[in-house]
Nanobody, 117 residues
Framework: QVQLVESGGGLVQPGGSLRLSCAAS????????MAWYRRAPGKQRELVAV???????NYADAVKGRFTISRDNAKNTVYLQMNSLKPEDTAVYYC???????????WGQGTQVTVSS
């Protein structure tokens, strides 16, 4: 089993910044991709950004140029730097990863991000 613990969410004004962190622990052999998803009120969960084991990056169009995903493999941690936040970024943000050799996926419990003046 792999446990994911997110941190860094909160309330921020439009135009502000937040940095989310997600630390993986447990029975880790090697992690494959690490990603951030979000679910806004009344909407389905959507992919925000993903970073592959080799560093390949992909972003949702809505966050390109504003959000940056990164990872520290030594710490089994993934980060999401969010700049120029907008009210439409308000959502619960979830961390996701999967094991490289088994493909089994794991989700974090989610952290609330609220962008409001």
């Amino acid at each position: 089993q792999v446990q994911l613990v997110e941190s860094g969410g909160g309330l921020v004004q439009p135009g502000g910044s937040l940095r989310l962190s997600c630390a993986a622990s447990g029975s880790i052999v090697r992690l494959n991709s690490m990603a951030w998803y979000r679910r806004a009120p009344g909407k389905q969960r959507e992919l925000v950004a993903v970073i592959g084991s080799g560093g390949t990056l992909n972003y949702a169009d809505a966050v390109k140029g504003r959000f940056t995903i990164s990872r520290d493999n030594a710490k089994n941690t993934v980060y999401l730097q969010m700049n120029s936040l907008k009210p439409e970024d308000t959502a619960v943000y979830y961390c996701y990863t999967d094991q490289y050799y088994t493909g089994r996926g794991y989700w974090g419990q989610g952290t609330q991000v609220t962008v409001s003046s």
